[in-house]
């Protein structure tokens, strides 16, 4: 059974900085990309940015590009999503998701995302 629990949320000024972590137990996290989303009330849940197997490529939604940045640590089965200059549309809850597929392409597509955790909290006031 695989299980991600996420991290790291809390409440931040804008401009401020969060890390978020994700744990990943029960599968061979080394061998998947892995993803984080969010959702913010009333939205449809949105792609934020997603990382390969070997943390050696990423891909990232335009609308954090450059603010946030995604990586991992193998040894540790984590995933983690540094996010600086904080803006109050960031707040939404964060998720983290493992691929379907142990392919080399990145996905923006939850459909292509199986397992999630059970998210964290982002609030940024202005």
């Known amino acids: 059974q695989v299980q991600l629990v996420e991290s790291g949320g809390g409440l931040v000024q804008a401009g401020g900085s969060l890390r978020l972590s994700c744990v990943v137990s029960?599968?061979?996290?080394?061998?998947?990309?892995m993803g984080w989303f969010r959702q913010a009330p009333a939205k449809e849940r949105e792609f934020v940015a997603a990382i390969t197997k070997g943390g050696t490529r990423t891909l990232y939604a335009d609308s954090v590009k450059g603010r946030f940045t995604i990586s991992r640590d193998n040894v540790k089965n984590t995933v983690y999503l540094q996010m600086d200059s904080l803006k109050p549309n960031d707040t939404a809850v964060y998720y983290c998701?493992?691929?379907?597929?142990?392919?080399?392409?990145?996905?923006?597509?939850?459909?292509?995302?199986?397992?999630w955790g059970q998210g964290t909290q982002v609030t940024v006031s202005s």
């Open positions: 998701a493992v691929q379907r597929f142990a392919s080399l392409r990145l996905y923006d597509d939850r459909n292509e995302y199986l397992h």
């Open positions: 029960g599968g061979t996290f080394s061998n998947y990309p």
